[in-house]
C-alpha cells in the first residue's frame, strides 16, 4: 500500500497549493544573495572586515553560547532534583519553573532594565534571557526523565556504579536527543532575538541590523550584516530540523516500564529548596513584582493608558489573520507530505523548519525588498504583515495539522470521487471537516504566539498600527516604563493562558505515569 500511494502523483491543485508557501519561505534567502551581490565585492569585503563587524560577531557568540550554556545547567539540574530526587512540594516547583516561560523576554528585560542601568550590558543579558529560557531545557528534560526506562541504570548500579557513575554513563546518553533539542532551540533563540536586547542596549547583529534599516537607511549594509546573521542560524535551524525526526529515547514495552525510584537530597535538602526559591524569584518573581511597581507607581504612569485598547485591538487584528493565512499555507504541505511520500514533498514540508530559525527581522526585510521593487501596493501593508507571520510560523501549524491530519484516511476521499465529486470537492466534502480539530489547535496556538511577535511586526505594520508589543518596546526604549506597564501586563496574561494549560497536561501526564508504574 506505502509503495503504490508513493508511486502515485500529487494533483496539480496540491502542488500549485504547496509552491506558495515554499516560494516565500525562500523569499529570505534570495534577498540576503541578492542585496549581497548588489552591494558590490568591495564595498561588502569592507563592511564583514570592519572592527565593528567583529564586534558584533564576538557579543552574539557570547550572549548565544553563554545563555544557550547556563540554561542546559540550570534546566538539566532542575529537571532531575523535581522529577528523580525526594524533594517536597515537587508539583509545585514543577509548575513554577515552567512559568518563566508566560513572560515574554523583552517583558523580562523591561522589568530587570527599570531596576538600574547595571543590567543594560552583556552580563546583564544573559542573565535575563537565561532566566527566561531555561525552562526550554527544563521541559523536554523532566519529560525524557518521566519516560526513560530505569533497568539499565539497575543493571549498571548491580555492576558496581556509583549514582554520579550511573548517571554520566547511562541515564545523560539518553537525554542527549532531549537537551540538545532544547540546546538549540534556545541557541536559535538567541541568534534571533531583538526586543529583548534592544531594551538591554546591548549590541549584536539584530540591533545593528535594525539600526542600519531604520536608522541610517541603509539596506545593503543591513542585507550583508543579514547574510552573516543566516550562516550562524542555519546550522542551528538545520539540526533543529534534523533532531526533531530522531526517536528520542529507546524504551521498552510502556506496561513492563516500572516508575524511578526517587533519590534521597538527605543534607542537600534544604540548600536545593533555597536554590529552587532563589531561581522562581529571579525568573518570575521580579518581572511581576517591578510590573506591579510600574503599574502603580511612575512619572509616566498613565501615559499610554489611553492607547491601551488600540494596541489590543491591532494585536488581536494582525494575530488572527495571521493564524488563518498561516493555517491556510500549511495545509497543502502536511497534507503533500503525507500523501505522497516524494523528495520533492519532503523537501516542501522540511523546507519551513530550517527557516523558522531565522531572524524575523531578515524576513522583514526581505519582504520590503520584495514590496518596494516589484509590488509596490503591497508596501507598509496589513497583507505584508500577514506573509511574514506566515514565513515565521508555518512549523507551528504544520505540527499541529499533522497530528489531525494522520487520522483521516484518504481512502474517504477517493471514495468521494467514486461518487461523482471533483478532487477540490472531495478534500471540501469529506477531508477539510475532518480536519477541523488540527486547524482549531493551530490557529489557536498561533494566534497566541502572534500576540507577542515583535520584530517583523515592527518593521512592516502599517502607519497608525500598534500592538501590545510594539507599545512596549516603544515606551520601554524612552524610558517611559510605567507608561509601557499596561502593555506589559495584558501581554503576560496572554501568555500565561497556553504555559498554564501546557503546564498543568504536563502534571496529569506525570500522574497517569505514576499509577501506570
Known sequence: MDQARARRRAPLWLLLAAAI???????????????????????????????????????TLALALAVTFASTLIGLACAWVIERCDLPGRR??????????????????????????????????????????????Y?????????????????ARSLGDTAPRAFFRVVLPQLRPALGGGALLVLAHMLAEFGALSLLRVQTFTTAIFAEYELQFNSANAALLSGMLMALCLPVAFGE????????????????????????????????????????????????????????????????AGDVGAAMLGSLQLSIGGAVVTT?????????????????????????????????????????????????????????????????????????????????PPELEQAARTLGRGPVEAFMAVTLPALAPGVGAALALIVLELMRELTATLLLAPNGVTTLATEVWSYTNDGSYAAAAPFAALLVLVSGVPVYVFTMRTLKSGRREIVEA
Open 21 to 59: 508557501p515554499v516560494a516565500l519561505t525562500i523569499l529570505p534567502v534570495i534577498y540576503v544573495v541578492l542585496r549581497g551581490f548588489e552591494a558590490g565585492l568591495a564595498p561588502a569585503w569592507e563592511t564583514l572586515v570592519r572592527p565593528r563587524t567583529a564586534e558584533l560577531l564576538g557579543n
Open 92 to 137: 509545585w516547583w514543577r509548575t513554577l519553573v515552567c512559568l518563566p516561560l508566560a513572560v515574554p523576554a523583552f517583558v523580562s528585560s523591561y522589568a530587570w532594565a527599570s531596576l538600574g542601568p547595571s543590567f543594560q550590558a552583556l552580563g546583564g543579558a544573559i542573565l535575563i534571557l537565561t532566566l527566561s529560557h531555561f525552562p526550554l531545557i
Open 139 to 155: 521541559l523536554p528534560a523532566a519529560a525524557a526523565l518521566r519516560r526513560m526506562d530505569t533497568r539499565l541504570e539497575d543493571v
Open 241 to 304: 530540523a534534523k533532531l526533531r525526526g530522531v526517536n528520542r529515547l529507546s524504551r521498552t514495552d510502556r506496561r513492563s516500564r516500572r516508575h524511578p525510584p526517587l533519590s534521597r537530597l538527605g543534607l542537600w535538602m534544604w540548600p536545593v529548596q533555597i536554590a529552587l526559591a532563589v531561581l522562581s524569584a529571579a525568573a518570575l518573581g521580579v518581572p511581576l513584582f517591578m510590573l506591579a511597581y510600574w503599574l502603580s507607581v511612575g512619572l509616566s504612569i498613565g501615559a499610554g
Open 328 to 408: 491556510l499555507l500549511a495545509l497543502p504541505l502536511v497534507l503533500l507530505a503525507m500523501r505522497h511520500h516524494s523528495r520533492i514533498a519532503r523537501l516542501a514540508e522540511r523546507l519551513p523548519y530550517v527557516v523558522h530559525g531565522l531572524p524575523g527581522l531578515v524576513v522583514a526585510l526581505a519582504l520590503i525588498f520584495v514590496a518596494i521593487r516589484w509590488v509596490p501596493v503591497l508596501y507598509q501593508s496589513t497583507m505584508l504583515v500577514l506573509v511574514a507571520y506566515a514565513i515565521l510560523f508555518l512549523p507551528l501549524a504544520q505540527s499541529a495539522l499533522r497530528a489531525t491530519a494522520e487520522l483521516v
